[in-house]
């Protein structure tokens, strides 16, 4: 079984400030954990995903997201918001292996404050 | 490489109708899954499909079905439609369902409204 939980629902920040998104997951299984970005009507971008092969994980437009296994957390930064920061993300976990069932969190949206 | 088509891009239907949306996935990608997102339930996952079999299937009613074909477009029906059934639709796929680390890549959607 998996599940994964986005502790805020909305997020607000003012421009120039740091962005934290919180991701927190539960998987039986060695997880793949993904973030995601989606801007209003469009579809879903992918931000960045966890590998293995590293720990804290970068990806575009300067987000970075860092895998805490001791806290099943995978929490989405960001030094210095930007007006074009303001989205939905989503917090993803499947499994790394076998049949990899995807689960979504429920969303976090970002709003960025000039 | 082309990204994850959708059509239409949007459709405007009455209630009792019925409706086929189309998915045609990233070239060499076998796997493609089905949303639902509304403002109210947020994204909801309907189905995956791969090499032509449905693998997974979430909570929502036999109104809604899709099929994959050989060439691994999907399509996606819903029959009588309802007010409630009035949401984006989004397509995804991935290349396997398989292996580590393998994301999904999603399409613009299809904006279905229904009056």
């Known amino acids: 079984a998996q599940s994964v939980t986005q502790l805020d629902s909305h997020v607000s920040v003012s421009e120039g400030t740091p962005v934290l998104l919180r991701c927190n997951y539960s998987?039986?299984?060695?997880?793949?954990l993904f973030w995601y970005v989606q801007h209003p009507n469009k579809g879903l971008q992918l931000l960045l995903k966890y590998t293995s092969a590293a720990t804290l994980v970068k990806g575009i437009n300067g987000f970075e997201a860092e895998f805490k296994k001791s806290e099943t957390s995978f929490h989405l930064t960001k030094p210095s918001a930007h007006m074009s920061d303001a989205a939905e993300y989503f917090c993803v976990v499947s499994r790394s292996g076998g049949y990899q069932k995807v689960t979504f969190g429920i969303g976090t949206k970002l709003q960025v404050i000039p | 490489k082309a990204g994850v088509t959708q059509t239409p891009r949007y459709l405007i239907k009455t209630r009792g109708q019925q409706v086929t949306l189309s998915c045609s996935p990233i070239s060499g990608h076998r796997s493609v899954s089905w949303y639902q997102q509304t403002p109210g339930q947020g994204l909801q996952f309907l189905f995956e499909y791969f090499s032509e079999t449905q693998r997974n299937k979430g909570n929502f009613p036999g109104r809604f079905s899709g099929r994959q074909f050989s060439n691994s477009r999907s399509e996606m029906n819903v029959s009588t439609l309802e007010l409630g059934d009035s949401a984006l639709y989004l397509c995804?796929?991935?290349?396997?369902?398989?292996?580590?680390?393998?994301?999904?890549?999603f399409g613009p959607g299809t904006r279905l409204t229904v009056l």
């Open positions: 998987s039986s299984y060695s997880p793949s």
């Open positions: 995804a796929s991935r290349k396997t369902v398989d292996s580590s680390y393998n994301e999904q890549f």
